[in-house]
Nanobody, 126 residues
Framework: QVQLVESGGGLVQAGGSLRLSCVAS????????MGWFRQTTGKEREFVAA????????YYADSVKGRFTISRDNAKDTVYLQMNSLRPEDTAVYYC???????????????????WGQGTQVTVSS
């Protein structure tokens, strides 16, 4: 049984930082392209960041570029999202996703995850 379990969310003031983690089990982690998405009530899920299987290539939404960093540790079956300079508009539930397919810069925002985590709430106060 495949599971993706996110953690690290919480309440932080604007300008602060959080580090999200997503631990995978039940799959061969280094065979999966990994991504982070977020969703707020009443809005569609939004691509945030993604990382290639070996971790050498990363992708970011324009709204988080320069503030967020995605990384992975294949030995720990974990993907991370370091979020700095947080803004109130970053408030959302953050989900990690695993995909058997790989993506490029032209289509990464359309990444369709084969597996999804349950989400972790991030709230940024002004």
């Amino acid at each position: 049984q495949v599971q993706l379990v996110e953690s690290g969310g919480g309440l932080v003031q604007a300008g602060g930082s959080l580090r999200l983690s997503c631990v995978a089990s039940g799959l061969t982690f280094n065979n999966y392209f990994m991504g982070w998405f977020r969703q707020t009530t009443g809005k569609e899920r939004e691509f945030v960041a993604a990382i290639s299987r070996a971790g050498g290539i990363t992708y970011y939404a324009d709204s988080v570029k320069g503030r967020f960093t995605i990384s992975r540790d294949n030995a720990k079956d974990t993907v991370y999202l370091q979020m700095n300079s947080l803004r109130p508009e970053d408030t959302a539930v953050y989900y990690c996703a695993a995909s058997r397919e790989s993506y490029s810069g032209s289509n990464v925002a359309t990444m369709a995850g084969d597996y999804w985590g349950q989400g972790t709430q991030v709230t940024v106060s002004s």
